[in-house]
């Protein structure tokens, strides 16, 4: 079957030949329609990952949106590039059945790919280590990326007083990160005070969003984008007993991965729910790889004409 191998760390994935996947007991065969490049897929296909150097060659993809032999579409993981396996840029993928996600009617398998596990961060970050609560005020750094789009819109949806997004390329309801020496500054002109902060990016820009936190006031990190430290003052800390809470994918169970994901193609479904992407078919995986775009791209693998759903 035609799938995206990465055959060298380092390289993008080119597209050839591997062997169909076998399911194994409890597996499910899923007819892959389209996944999106992560970046955990790039960082896991450097070889420079915490998880360590990859078995190759292997075929990536993290994630993915396929049809299972029942005719029912699905969102699915994948540990490719984590552990010894492939992932879902191939035509066919083998994971096991307890993992697979129903796709509802209404949301399609590009719009559900797109989303997937980033939007499963921003939900659970929000939801389950802020606990956010409605009327709160939401801040959210690196709001051009998907995360941070995520966040944007569903601390909204979950009942936010005033969301403002901090970004590169800001847009609607986002303020400029540049220059971050201002950024605390700008943030209380338009916030005034944030209970919630989420946090794709520490560094810097991390450290001045705490300077707007209220009085129990939670900034929820989920990377390292801008930097891997942040000075964060005791006194802070203390006088306004804040919260520094981190958040992982990797720590949920997988109930909790799926109920977030019920929720959040249940919201795209009704059009409430998107981030910024791009569609290629699988001969242009190579060339999505090392695109330097912004949005997310989604790699068509297989048309399966009986795929309910919008595009």
Known sequence: MR????????????????????AGAGDALITVTCAPITPLDRLCATGLSYFGAPALPYVPGVQGVGVASDGSRVWFPTSAGMAPGNGSLAETCAVPSSDLVRVPDGCGDVVAASLGLSAVAAWMALTWRAQLEPGE??????????????????????????????????????????????LAARLREVIGAADVVI?????????????????????????????????????????????????????????????????IF?????????????VVGLDGVGEAWDSTRRERAVVRVTEVPSAAGVP
């Open 199 to 263: 946090d794709p990016v520490f560094g810097e820009p991390a450290a001045a969003a705490a300077q707007v936190l209220a009085s129990g006031g939670r900034l929820v990190n989920l990377g390292g984008s801008a930097s891997d430290s942040a000075v964060l003052f005791s006194s802070l800390l203390r006088s306004r007993a804040v919260s520094v809470l981190g958040y992982s994918n990797n720590v949920l169970t997988s109930e909790q991965r799926a109920g977030a994901l019920e929720a």
């Open 137 to 182: 005020n939401v801040v959210v750094l690196g709001a051009g990326g998907a995360v941070g789009q995520v966040a944007l819109q569903a601390a909204r949806l979950l009942g936010a007083d005033s969301v403002v997004g901090v970004s590169r390329r800001p847009g609607d309801g986002c303020i400029p990160l540049e220059p971050v020496s201002t």
């Open 266 to 278: 249940g919201h795209a479904a009704r059009g409430e729910l998107s981030v910024d992407h791009y």
């Open 3 to 22: 799938a995206a191998v990465v055959e060298q760390c380092g390289r993008p994935p080119a597209v050839g030949s591997v062997p169909r996947p076998l």
